[in-house]
């Protein structure tokens, strides 16, 4: 429970507060693991996700030259956009998937999530908009660029790179276009 509520705060903003409860569950310090193992994988990708926001130091300055954080203006913090996109993708609410893609565009241009989840979202397009599939290998080759610039520089985390690159392997393959090479650039 106490887990449940640190993932609330940090997606209302309160990431300071919740990096405290998921410093000590990371480090076993709270008792022990939960039994479920996707809550359990669940509640370390938040943890990751905070560790990644804030560094080492839970300095508000830190999360405000992020930007990536909940804002006072009501506006949805990129990992809670990853987050809906995710359950948009699974319930195939794939409009509501394309809108969260350009939300985390519009916040975080340079990171290459956003593009491809906005390639894999636009396959419900293709046959209704002309040029939709060039538009789609545009936005997958974009978010390659991205996310190999950001590797190389060792800036965006493993897991983000490879859900980078296996969106861009699906949406290549929902296209009729081979994304083999995609889905072992992810597990390289």
């Known amino acids: 429970l106490r ?20 410093a000590a569950y990371v480090t076993g310090d709270s008792g022990g693991a939960v039994d479920d193992a996707f809550l359990h994988e669940y ?4 943890a990751a996700n905070l560790f990644f926001n804030l560094g080492c130091t839970a300095e508000l300055s830190v999360m405000s030259k992020k930007g990536q954080l909940r804002t006072n203006s009501g506006q949805k913090s990129f990992w809670m956009l990853r987050y809906l996109g995710h359950r948009f ?20 241009p ?8 906005l390639a894999r979202a636009n396959m419900h397009l293709v046959g209704m908009i002309d ?5 789609i290998e545009a936005s997958v080759q974009h978010a390659i660029q991205l996310a190999d610039a950001l590797r190389t520089t060792k800036q965006i985390l493993a897991q983000l790179y ?21 889905y072992q650039m992810a597990c390289d």
């Open 3 to 22: 887990l449940k509520w640190a993932t609330m705060l940090f997606y209302h903003g309160y990431a300071v507060q919740a990096k405290a409860i998921f």
């Open 43 to 46: 509640f370390l990708g938040v």
């Open 89 to 108: 993708f699974i319930h195939e609410q794939y409009d509501q998937a394309s809108d969260c893609a350009q939300q985390m565009i519009a916040m975080a």
């Open 110 to 117: 340079q990171h290459p999530l956003g593009h491809a989840l």
């Open 131 to 135: 040029g939709m599939e060039s538009k």
């Open 162 to 182: 490879y859900e980078t690159m296996v969106h861009c392997g699906v949406a290549l393959y929902q296209i009729g276009k081979d994304g083999a090479a995609l």
